[in-house]
């Protein structure tokens, strides 16, 4: 049994906020649906997905009072946790190292004994429009001992290799308030000036 509702096309429509509205369900009483957006439309739409670059840097290898070029720092504060979508690294001149690629985090006591010295650009993700981040990007930030690696992004397995490496988090990487995580390479430092880096994030209510 269903209730009667008026069928629309759905591109068109626009419901407000607060309005009631009917789904339908299969016969063991699962929910049918069926996919109009991507799965981080209504966030991003809402505002609330996010992204920071860092052109032509070179990218540090691991080590204690890393002086990171790509750190997404999450604020005591801030009330959110950072969502990982994705991350992007780009090789604008051949890498010469055979490297791993990885991300790196302090703890929030040893976050806030870092040194924070340069802010970066965080972008909306809805073109155009200004960002309500609440996560912060630092183009430059000193961490305090060593960080711990959390993901491996990608790998170089042969010198000269040209091509950069992708990873899709979709969320499965979180960074809660008082956190930093960084970008930076197991092995050695990538070639000067020689990677573009870029991230995205959503921001969730904890």
């Known amino acids: ?13 626009s419901n407000a906020d607060g ?14 649906v069926s996919e109009l957006h991507g799965k981080h439309f209504t966030a991003n739409y809402r505002g609330k997905v996010f992204s920071a670059s860092a052109a032509a840097v070179t990218v540090p290898v691991i080590a204690s009072a890393l002086v990171s070029v790509f750190t997404l720092y999450n604020p005591p504060a801030s009330g959110v946790n950072m969502e990982m979508l994705s991350v992007d690294v780009a090789n604008v001149l051949a890498t010469t190292v055979v490297d791993a690629v990885g991300l790196y985090y ?3 006591v040893l976050t806030a004994a870092g040194t924070f010295t340069t802010k970066g650009t965080v972008q909306a993700n809805v073109a155009g429009n200004s ?15 060593t960080p711990v690696l959390l993901d491996i992004i990608g790998a170089y397995g042969a010198a000269t290799a040209s091509q950069g490496v992708s990873k ?4 499965r990487i979180i960074i809660p308030p008082g956190v930093a995580v960084s970008v930076a390479m197991s092995t050695g430092a990538s070639t000067g ?14």
Request: aromatic content about 12%; overall charge negative.
């Open 106 to 108: 302090s703890t929030a």
């Open 193 to 206: 000036s020689g990677i573009t880096l870029a991230a995205a994030w959503q921001e969730s209510p904890i």
């Open 131 to 145: 960002p309500s981040n609440a996560g912060l990007f630092y183009s430059a930030y000193t961490h305090s001992g």
């Open 168 to 171: 899709f988090y979709d969320g």
């Open 19 to 32: 309005q009631q509205v009917y789904q339908l369900g299969g016969k063991q009483g699962e929910g049918l």
């Open 1 to 13: 049994m269903f209730n009667q509702v008026l069928v629309n096309p759905p591109s068109p429509t």
